[in-house]
Structures are given as C-alpha cells and as structure tokens.
C-alpha cells in the first residue's frame, strides 16, 4: 500500500484483525494530513471506529482524545504524521 492509498476497509482486516486477537495497535506514518482524515471517515462509514489520527492539524482535545484512545487500548490502527513521532506527548 502506497502513502497516496486510501485504506480500504479490506486493506484494514489484517490490522483490525490483530486486534481482535492480541491488542496490536498498526501504526501508519504519513505526511499527508487530508488523505489521513478522509481514510478515517471513509472506514467510520463502513463501521469500523477503531481507528485514531495524530497530526498537527488537531486541535489539543481532538489531539489528546486521540492518544487517551491509543493509550487505553481502544484504537486498533494510528495514523500519524512524521512530525508528531518528535513530539514526547506521543
């Protein structure tokens, strides 16, 4: 899968699926902001919520909703922008 790609709910099942067994949280990094927020909603339609955005584009309670999500165990994949793995609130 590219970093132009959008995540189809297909490509989502190996991530999602190891979640369901063991708790792995995906991780996916790119700098492209617009194409994270469309792949989010895009999975949201066809039901699956598990996913979570990290990029500087959040405002701080979008930002720390997002990482309480990771945190918890709620989020099966994290999509993040290259800039926020400095961050050490991440």
């Not at 190891?18 to 991780?27: E, I, N, Q, S, Y």
Request: with cysteine; charged share 15%.
């Amino acid at each position: 899968m590219s970093a132009t790609s959008p995540i189809c709910p297909r490509q989502a099942v190996p991530a999602l699926s190891k979640f369901d067994r063991a708790g792995a949280l995906t991780v996916v990094i790119s700098p492209l902001v617009a194409l994270m927020a469309d792949q989010v909603q895009g999975m949201a339609r066809t039901g699956i919520s598990s996913a979570v955005i990290v990029n500087g584009m959040l405002s701080m309670p979008q930002r720390q909703d997002a990482l309480d999500r990771v945190r918890l165990g709620e989020a099966a994949m994290l999509l993040i922008s290259p800039e926020q793995l400095r961050s050490k609130a991440v």
